[in-house]
């Protein structure tokens, strides 16, 4: 029987450990827990985590928090490593006493890798000495780690017997001591990637737990899971660099056993058991997911392969009997599930390629016979994905033609459009809940809630079909009865077009006699915040968009009603609505919160979330008082990344910045004595007299007691200050803190207020940061690039008539955004079965860039972008199709280029390059290039 499919049935509990493919008596007689290396995001409690019915998904790692920002990032105040959580004698003795005799090897290892403190490390290991294989190579290494570390211990009978095993199993397989001492620094390295590199430098034999156990830690570089998904593809499945297609597969690599045709035996060198090859898949998607989303695809590719090589079935069909069926189909499922998680950069748009991998593996179920079948949680995967999708043409044009009122029927065009049935105006969303009940699953508030966002009621009555990230922990097993009846009328909360619509169906539940909950509740804040900023932002409905594109919300339509409709159908402000909830006995708590401190109107108002939060009181008093001492490390970490990202956005939010006021107002001459978290303008003394009636200084201040405390913060110091001492390992608190730095109107001293050198100080900031950035083991992605390059650009503006020693920083962040662009656009030559970009790279990104390049009068590295951009405009056509306007911002990429090449001797070779793509749109006319020079800052010209 294949092996590596000897799954629990559906609905077991239990978590499967990966059997050392060097232990043929602990490959056969149990499959052991599995553990985690801690890699929980810095906090100890994400949220229930009953992804995985059918046990191959360890439940530490089958998560991803859905939101952007965060993923399992980790945070520690020095370098990087990969331990991220500290183990207590408790904590190590937990476990052991109830099933001492069933140590997995592979568990043990990690459980001592991950304590941090020496004495519980040895706690552990003369707790578990006499009960674990010592001829298993983790052990082996094990206890070569614990020799090395207590060198000062004498020896006793159990480690000498110990090594006599270790002798015997090293050289059974063909090991020797050195060879393990190689393993113990590879996994001694600072960080996961650190391990790779070594892992991959290493001369001798590679055995397969190594992999699997650097794989636990977060790799930070995209190069280095480049790397590993390069030796998996060319070692482990014997792919030639070459060949992509299944059946090139070098089948001279691979020996099947007589005894068991099902266990495939790759050779000894690179060998790796079935179960460790899904658990490898189940951690490279955990990786990609976190670093870099299109290369889901490739690892979804390599599942036929396998499959194939087991079966040893190079081309068709492969016939299973019903057993081997049902192992495959439970194999089958959980990848299919595993790729529904959303990666943590840019989760709605790298969607895409979550639905490109599970096609893949969707295509895949025909080469069986009987083909493979979904169960209902993989047919719930597939409405997750498909949900968070952008709309097809199609689904798009159905949604245009949906009438304003409510419920928003079709409006027919013609004769020939009434007649079409209700089947046609179907979302892919709605199809795929009809089809699960189709094949006989029964319709639950999960699979309602789905409906209703892809645009329909189980009656039929149309909603607002609504692109929509659903959050894996909700929609999951493990959740409360009240939130199960919840669910749907949280969902029709979000399927509304504007915030009338939203409160209609709040108040709907709780006239039916509901208590809304915490996910309703932060479903009516989104829709309020979003109209206040709508209406803010003054935009109309063709500005906005389909309907359920964006978060945005479209204005109430006019109508002529009574004072008395108008007042019952509106709704309340955010802090009525909180209020509200707060006397319902809610707690803000998770995604709500973090929504609520990332758009609080006041920094009051998100020290009062804060504080009404569970958070540990210690925790919220370090963040929001600039005077209150570092917590222990062990209590920060239990502040989840996201909030701590969300109150880093918050800050920046409020940071100082200048204010345009009218011409006719006289300068403020005092300062206004702060109040609690209120806004007050500040007069600069040096400015010119001329500036009077221009420009002041809006600044913010902490709400704290200011009475009692003589040193005042202001948002963006005591950010700066938090992300220096944490040093978290999270880009988008980072990424806040470089796009604040980069705003035009941000004040970094208020002396500077009308001073050039304002923007050569932030410039300088921006570049101190990066330091504490890199150290963090950091690399720069798309959206940290991009805010580097509108800071440089401000600050290049800035520095023009100052001499060179005043413009340095302003140079070397150039040569540092040169360097990083050279990173993002390294391309992929080591492998045809990879991406071949190592990030998704747009024209947004390419006309900063090129805008800074300009700027600088650096004609020939325009020259080599654009050559770049041919050669890889597929791939960035790609890219562009993922956003709404991706066309539109490649198009002013290419008009930039044209702008600043004009009139320079590579007009000839710019206009050459340009023409060379045809679905760039040919070289720009010259009303184009005049549309873009008369919107650009008058300091351009």
């Known amino acids: ?42 906090t100890s409690k994400v949220g229930p985590r009953s992804y995985s ?20 990032n980790t945070i520690h105040q020095s370098k990087p490593v990969r331990r991220h959580g500290s183990f207590t004698i408790r904590k190590v003795m937990h476990g052991i006493k109830s099933n001492h005799r069933h140590i997995s090897p592979s568990r043990a290892l990690a459980k001592w890798l991950d304590t941090e403190d020496r004495s519980e490390r040895l706690v552990y290991w003369n707790t578990i000495r006499e009960v674990v294989d010592g001829s298993t190579l983790p052990v082996i290494l094990l206890h070569h780690l614990h020799q090395s570390e207590n060198k000062d211990l004498q020896a006793n009978r159990v480690d000498d017997y110990l090594i006599q ?189 979550n639905w490109k991998s599970q096609r893949i593996l969707l295509d895949m179920a025909a080469i069986f016979s009987p083909p493979l079948t979904l169960d209902k949680s993989s047919y719930r995967a597939v409405v997750r994905v498909l949900a968070a999708l952008k709309k097809s043409e199609k689904e798009s044009m159905i949604a245009a033609l949906r009438a304003r009122s409510w419920p928003p029927w079709r409006v027919y065009q013609d004769g020939m459009d009434a007649l079409r049935s209700p089947e046609d105006d179907s979302s892919r ?90 996910q309703m509740f932060h479903a009516m804040f989104e829709k309020i915040s979003f109209e206040a900023k709508r209406s803010h932002l003054e935009l ?56 609520l401190i990332e758009h609080s109107a006041s920094m009051a108002d998100a020290v009062t979330y804060l504080r009404d939060s569970p958070l540990r009181r210690v925790v919220v008093q370090y963040l929001t008082d600039p005077n209150h001492k570092i917590p222990p490390q062990d209590l920060f970490r239990q502040l989840p990344v996201s909030t701590f990202g969300s109150f ?3 800050l920046c939010r409020f940071a100082p910045k200048r204010i345009l006021i009218e011409p006719a107002s006289p300068p403020p001459t005092e300062e206004v004595k702060p109040t609690s978290g209120s806004s007050h303008t500040v007069q600069s003394t040096d400015y010119h007299e001329a500036d009077h009636n221009q420009w002041t200084l809006m600044e913010t201040f902490l709400p704290v007691d200011v009475e009692h405390n003589n040193f005042r913060r202001n948002p963006l110091a005591h950010a700066i200050e938090l992300l220096r001492q944490q040093k978290p390992r999270y880009r988008p608190a980072w990424n806040a803190l470089f796009a604040t730095l980069a705003r035009a109107d941000v004040v970094v001293h208020p002396k500077l207020l009308y001073d050039p050198r304002n923007d050569i100080m932030a410039c300088r900031v921006i570049c101190a940061l990066l330091n504490d950035f890199y150290e963090c083991g950091l690399e720069l992605d798309v959206v940290g690039f991009l805010k580097l390059c509108r800071a440089a ?14 413009r340095q920083p302003v140079l070397e962040l150039i040569d540092r955004i040169k360097d990083e662009f050279k990173m993002l656009s390294e391309t992929n030559i080591v492998s045809n079965n990879l991406p071949r970009l190592l990030h998704d790279i747009s024209g947004v990104h390419l006309h900063a860039y090129i805008r800074i390049l300009g700027l600088t009068g650096d004609h020939t590295e325009i020259i080599s972008i654009l050559n770049w951009m041919v050669e890889y405009n597929d791939e960035l056509l790609a890219v562009s199709n993922l956003s709404r306007n991706g066309a539109g911002l490649m198009r002013r990429a290419i008009v930039s280029a044209t702008v600043f090449c004009n009139d320079s001797p590579y007009h000839d070779e710019a206009r050459h390059l340009i023409e060379s793509v045809e ?5 720009p006319e010259d009303l184009e290039v005049r549309q873009y020079i008369d919107n650009l800052p008058l300091d351009y010209r």
């Open 429 to 518: 969303v709605v199809s795929a809940v009809i089809a699960a009940k189709q094949s006989g699953y029964p319709e639950d508030a999960e699979e309602i809630a789905m409906m209703i966002l892809g645009g329909q009621e189980p009656d039929g009555t149309p909603t607002i079909h609504t692109r929509k990230l659903l959050d894996p922990k909700t929609l999951d097993a493990g959740v409360s009865k009240h939130k199960l009846k919840t669910l749907p009328w949280t969902a029709r909360i979000y399927a509304t077009r504007d915030v009338q619509e939203a409160w209609g169906a709040f108040q709907d539940f709780r006239l039916k006699g509901g208590q809304p909950d915490l």
């Open 793 to 806: 650009e401000k600050s290049i503006l800035a520095s023009r008539g100052l001499n060179e020693t005043e």
């Open 648 to 650: 880093v956005k918050l």
């Open 165 to 353: 095993q270790k002798r015997e199993a090293l050289e059974r397989r063909g090991f020797a001591s050195y060879d393990v001492d190689q393993w113990g620094r590879i996994l001694q390295g600072e960080s996961p990637d650190i391990m790779v590199e070594r892992f991959l430098s290493l001369g001798s034999q590679k055995p397969p737990f190594l992999l699997l156990e650097i794989l636990r830690g977060d790799l930070l570089k995209v190069r280095s899971l480049r790397s590993v998904l390069t030796f998996a593809l060319n070692h482990i499945l014997a792919y030639e660099p070459s060949k992509v297609s299944p059946d090139l597969v070098d089948h001279s690599k691979v020996h099947i056993e007589p005894s068991n045709k099902y266990r495939l035996k790759v050779n000894k060198v690179h060998g790796m058991e079935d179960l460790s090859f899904a658990l490898l898949l189940r951690r490279l998607l955990y990786q990609s997911r976190r670093i870099w989303p299109s290369a889901m695809i490739s690892v979804a590719q390599m599942v036929e392969p396998y499959l194939r090589l087991s079966f040893q079935v190079g081309v068709g069909q492969i016939e299973v009997d019903a057993r081997t069926h049902r192992r495959v189909c439970n194999l089958y499922n959980e990848l299919i599930r595993t790729l529904a998680l959303p990666a943590s950069i840019d989760p709605l748009k790298s969607m895409t390629y």
């Open 919 to 923: 679905h760039w749109g040919g070289w």
């Open 540 to 595: 109309e409905e063709d500005r906005i968009g389909v309907p359920g594109d964006a978060k945005e919300v479209f204005p109430v339509p006019d109508e002529n009603y009574s004072e008395y409709w108008r007042t019952r159908l509106q709704p309340p402000t955010v802090e009525g609505l909180y209020k509200d909830m707060r006397s319902s006995g809610i707690r803000p708590a998770g995604r709500c919160l973090d929504f």
């Open 1 to 42: 029987m294949l092996s590596c499919l000897l799954l629990p049935r559906p609905g077991a509990a239990t978590l499967w450990g990966f059997a050392n493919s060097y232990n043929r008596s602990f490959q056969t007689s149990r499959f052991r827990t599995l553990t985690s290396r801690g890699r929980k995001t810095w």
């Open 53 to 72: 019915n059918s046990g191959l998904l360890d439940k530490e790692e089958e998560m991803t928090h859905f939101q952007p920002s965060l993923a399992r």
